[in-house]
């Protein structure tokens, strides 16, 4: 039986923290599943289509990752609930500092409230990605700085097009 991991989150847009998140765990587990929520409590830069357009070639086209180990998908319902329909027992959650822990510990928490068979992995990403945040990426392409340090190729040039 494989093991399948769910890595879930917004990705909007995502960075090279996210990305290293996802190399880690392929370490140890099967496949990645990247769920990205379309959840309505946050307004997105990116619409739902645009994201996984834009994880997609980032991890696909820039990254070369395969498609064999990774699939994108969009979802609108508990995480739980998604591990369930992609027989996985595995949630993965990227830890970037200690402010992150709180939230991450909860919700992991509630995770393991409404399924028990399933348990949350934290990732850290490598040091030189963990101050990466989505917010301060489109914070930085909002006043034309330079991303490279940031995303990939592709998702530079998506965010470029929402700033013209």
Not at 60 to 88: G, Q
């Amino acid at each position: 039986m494989k093991n399948i991991a769910i890595y879930p989150g917004t990705f909007d847009p995502i960075t090279f923290g996210h990305i290293d998140v996802i190399k880690k765990a392929l370490k140890f587990v099967d496949n990645v599943i990247v769920g990205i929520s379309n959840g309505n409590q946050k307004e997105f830069l990116f619409p739902i289509d645009e994201r996984i357009k834009i994880v997609s070639k980032a991890l696909f086209e820039d990254l070369k990752f395969s498609k064999k180990k990774i699939r994108v998908i969009s979802f609108n319902s508990l995480t739980t609930d998604l591990c369930k329909k992609y027989k996985s027992n595995l949630i993965l959650r990227g830890l970037r500092a200690v402010s992150d822990f709180e939230y991450e510990f909860q919700l992991a928490g509630m995770n393991r409230k409404l399924n028990d068979k399933v348990e949350t992995i934290f990732v850290m990403s490598d040091v030189e990605n963990q101050i990466i945040s989505s917010r301060f990426v489109k914070e930085i392409a909002q006043h034309y700085g330079n991303l490279k340090k940031f995303t990939t190729k592709s998702t530079i040039k998506s965010l470029k097009e929402k700033y013209v």
